[in-house]
């Protein structure tokens, strides 16, 4: 029986990673952690009963031990009990659906610790992934992609030769605001921007999605993933969300994975890679599907992509400059303290601000990361955007 652990359960991603697990009941779950959510992680751990859970407070901690003082499960706290989360010994895999730049060093220790890595968190690569990539190949780990466009290019690698690719062909649905202009999105809500037309996620990523953010973060993570340059991935359009990506190679010949919208597609294939198992659920059916449709993205009204190429390709701090700025401000924005627009605004403003610096260290990425948040915190937002 396999055996693993998932940092951020409580989460879009963690919940239906146990949904997987529910239905296959060939995996056992050693360690789970979250951020504040302790009445459901006392659920998971009632059901699962986990070796060790974290969660971020030590004060929610003192409280969930009290609570599940009936069961085995070891409660831990902070960042320290997040990396012993982590770091498991009986875990093999550690599925990372942790948010943010906060899911670096438990991914990493994990790694040291010889884990394979179900990679949800798309921070770690986009801001460390100069470090984890080397990691991996050192302590001979698997990275194994969650993203459902990250599981579609590794799933159209299968058996092929990686120095034959041509482009990547990374597809985005546009979400809910494609086709508009920024002045009709001057006024956009955040209950508008939660409403995306195919996928079912959390709420930063889902605002993320709205601003094609997303697919700039999933360009940069590709990059690190698949070993490919920046020029060498391409973003286009498809409504549907039936084609989750595709892989170009040297003949021109193109391998596309297709599927529902459905993220327990890709959770179970990085759960049992190379096998695959029976899922239930939807089916495309093509008869009724009729058409898929392209479009070319939209840079001019959604630049959070266009910058994305850019951070990309200057490399070093920017692309942490370039997550970081966007985590505060679609905090922001959720909170209803900035408008949808500002949210690339913030982002451009910082990227252009903050000073570069190659190369950095973990202990860079997250100073440059307080900075960031500090630059946002001390700004004199223009009226209107409060």
Known sequence: MKKIGILGSTG???????EVIR??????????????????????????CPRIAAVASEEKAR?????VSDTSTKIVSGMEGLIEAATEPSAEIIVTAIVGMIGIRPTIAAMEAKKDIALANKETLVTAGHIIMPLARKMGVSILPVDSEHSAIFQSLNGENRERIHKIILTASGGPFRGKTREQMKQI???????????????????DSSTMVNKGLEVMEAKWLFGVSLDQIEVVIQPQSVIHSMVEYEDGAVIAQLGTPDM????????????????????????ALRQITFEAPDLENF??????????RKGGNAPTV???ANEKAVELFLKRQIGYLDITDLIEECVARIPWRSNPSVEGILDTERETHEYIQAMRLPKGRN
């Open 303 to 312: 630049k959070g992509l266009a910058l994305a190429y850019e951070v990309g």
């Open 189 to 207: 809500r955040v209950e508008d921007a939660l409403k995306h037309p195919n996928w079912t996620m959390g709420q930063k990523i889902t605002i």
């Open 322 to 324: 370039f997550n970081a």
């Open 12 to 18: 879009s991603i963690g919940t239906q990673t146990l």
């Open 264 to 287: 327990k597609l890709p959770i179970q294939y990085a759960l049992y890679y190379p096998d695959r198992r029976y899922l239930p659920g939807a089916r495309l059916d093509f008869a």
């Open 23 to 48: 239905t296959q009941k060939d995996i056992e779950v050693v360690s789970l952690t979250a951020g504040s959510n302790i009445d459901f992680l006392e659920q998971q751990i009632r059901e699962f």
């Open 63 to 67: 409280a969930l031990s009290l609570r």
